[in-house]
């Protein structure tokens, strides 16, 4: 009777997992979308234009293009047959290897490029959204800031940046809802009058075909990627053939890149790595080595003449520039007070109110600052889930090993399988890498994880009651033999899930997770949801299974004696 009663609650803590995978997948990603940064209520107060500031005799550039080649990996744009152009203008400017964090996605990408800021404080989206539900920066950025400064500024882009960039501090505006090289080509006509005419000050310019072909036509290891971004090559040549690089700055960077297979948004290297180039007035030529994403607003920001970005977290690299000594000194200065006041607002934000001065000389001081109280912080938060994740790894496993059923370590071995046939598939068969990078939809990895896990499950679900002859005990055996697989299954692809929740917590709140242990948590909850199910599937065949097995042996008169 006992038995019995363990076996009805077996079952019903399938229900119980595939309700509770559901709900904590949905909830954790609902989460993750609607993440805002601490600063959102309140963002740093913007300072003083630069343009006030520097010494009289500065020079600054007459304007300044700014050229988003969207997904270009770096080592496509070093490629000098696939973009002979940009690789001619690398001996003509400041040459540096950018690095960014995840989130790797478009949105949260342009959003750091403008405000300088980490996706963690920029309150940009963490994850693309779709066109109605796109935020407009809350926090300061360089259009803002060169308003401010009294420049005329122009954007032609992809239609996201329209909702991105506060309309009121665009005076010159062409945007598209396509994303091939029809619509660059429209975007591209779009912006030259603007340079021919010297319409605006600070222009953007947003070559999409890139990453057009990294998700439509096959990946960087598709020929048409290739295709994609010499044509970029080309209508970059177009827009260079405007300025007058004696007089005009021109910037070329990339949000991210693409992994092999097409896609992106998590933290591989070559997702992480774009090109920057930095050419014409106000730039000493050279190669500078590795940059972060979020020190290209500031720089800009120098050659604009306007304020430092209020929320950036990064850092001009004067090295870079053309300055005197004079005016390194004043934009030391001002960097100095505005990192002083990002550190003071972000931890009054997170409940670590303090003081931070930060010196002209030392930068760094405000950033380590925040950094620590983050640490500090999440080390309080992480040790008590920490202890319940190990307690709630350690039950389970003390529980079935304590029945010392003749079935335990075949049942280890058995979902061990398991996982060995999901990740076969996953990670070889399909090229899969373990982020967000592979996710090209939610329906892509919901319905894969569902159905990689069953079919998994199946065949050493099929294996392991076989080998063993566990149809041979009976119905009610083989049921129970079957639900117990089920549950050494759960077991070991849930430890993911319990890393994850001492590392990030039940959801996305006040910070971003840690990526990697955040995607593996995920794909496990879809895992579970998919082995619930199958596992009451099973265990009902199981018992069928046993039932007819036992028929037939009483049928051939070889009942129980």
């Given amino acids: 009777m006992q038995s019995k009663w363990w076996f009805i609650i077996g079952l019903l803590g399938c ?33 003083t234009a630069l343009r006030s500031l520097l010494p009289p005799e500065t020079t600054l550039p007459r304007r300044l293009v700014f050229v988003l080649i969207d997904a270009l ?5 070093q490629d000098t047959q696939v973009m002979p152009f940009l690789n ?12 960014s964090r995840p989130p790797s996605y478009s949105e949260p ?4 490029l403008f405000t300088g800021a980490w996706p963690e404080l920029s309150d940009g989206p963490t994850l693309n959204l779709d066109y109605a539900d796109i935020p407009t920066w809350t926090q300061d950025n360089l259009f803002s800031a060169a308003r401010r400064a009294g420049l005329r500024t122009a954007v032609s882009a992809y239609y996201w940046f329209e909702k991105l960039i506060p309309q009121a501090d665009v005076d010159y505006a062409f945007y598209t809802a396509g994303e091939d090289a029809a619509a660059d080509r429209a975007v591209v006509d779009a912006a030259l009058p603007w340079l021919q005419e010297h319409m605006a000050d600070f222009v953007l310019i947003h070559i999409d075909q890139v990453d057009y072909a990294g998700h439509h036509e096959g990946g960087p290891r598709d020929p048409r990627w290739n295709a994609a971004a010499r044509r970029a090559d080309d209508l970059l040549q177009e827009i260079v053939a405007t300025l007058d690089l004696t007089q005009d700055t021109l910037l070329v960077v990339s949000d991210h890149g693409q992994i092999d297979r097409g896609g992106h948004g998590g933290n591989e290297a070559v997702v992480l790595t774009e090109p920057f180039l930095l050419a014409g007035a106000g730039v000493q030529p050279g190669v500078y080595g590795d940059i972060q994403m979020v020190d290209v607003a500031p720089t800009l920001a120098v050659l604009l003449g306007s304020n430092i970005p209020a929320s950036a977290q990064g850092f001009p690299r004067l090295e870079m520039l053309d300055l005197s000594a004079t005016a390194q000194s004043v934009v030391r200065e001002a960097v100095a007070a ?10 009054a934000q997170i409940g670590a109110p303090q003081e931070v001065p930060v010196s002209a000389e030392r930068w760094e001081v405000a950033q380590e600052s925040m950094q620590a109280a983050v640490e500090k912080r999440l080390r309080a938060e992480r040790l008590p889930r920490s202890l319940l994740a190990i307690v709630l ?27 060995a046939l999901f990740h076969l598939r996953y990670a070889f068969l399909e090229g899969r890498t373990y982020s967000l990078s592979s996710v090209s939809s939610a329906e892509d990895i919901i319905f894969f994880s569902l159905i990689t896990s069953g079919v998994s499950f199946l065949i050493v679900w099929l294996g392991f009651m076989a080998g063993r002859r566990v149809f041979a005990r009976g119905a009610g055996a083989a049921a129970q033999s079957s639900l117990a697989l089920s549950y050494t299954s759960l077991y070991l692809t849930a430890l993911p899930i319990l890393v994850s929740f001492a590392l990030n917590g039940l959801r996305v709140t006040w910070t971003l997770p840690h990526f990697t242990t955040f995607f593996l948590a995920f794909l496990s909850l879809l895992q579970c949801l ?24 009483r049928s051939a008169g070889e009942g129980t004696v």
């Fill in 15 to 47: 229900i119980v997992v595939i309700a509770g995978s559901y709900i904590w997948a949905t909830t954790v990603m609902d989460s993750m979308y609607a993440y805002r940064s601490p600063l959102k209520e309140a963002p740093p107060a913007p300072g």
């Fill in 73 to 77: 990996r770096w080592d496509t744009a």
């Fill in 88 to 99: 001619a203008l690398r001996e003509e400017g400041a040459w540096a290897k950018m690095h």
């Fill in 109 to 112: 990408g342009y959003t750091v």
């Fill in 338 to 347: 505005q990192q002083s006041a990002l550190a003071e607002a972000f931890l």
């Fill in 393 to 419: 790894a350690a039950v389970p496993a003390y529980l079935l090993l304590r029945r010392r059923a003749p079935d335990v370590v075949a049942w280890f071995l058995a979902s061990l399988a398991y996982l």
């Fill in 530 to 553: 998919g082995l619930a199910v199958v596992g009451l599937l099973a265990c009902a065949l199981a018992a069928l299974w046993g039932w007819a097995y036992a028929v037939r042996r």
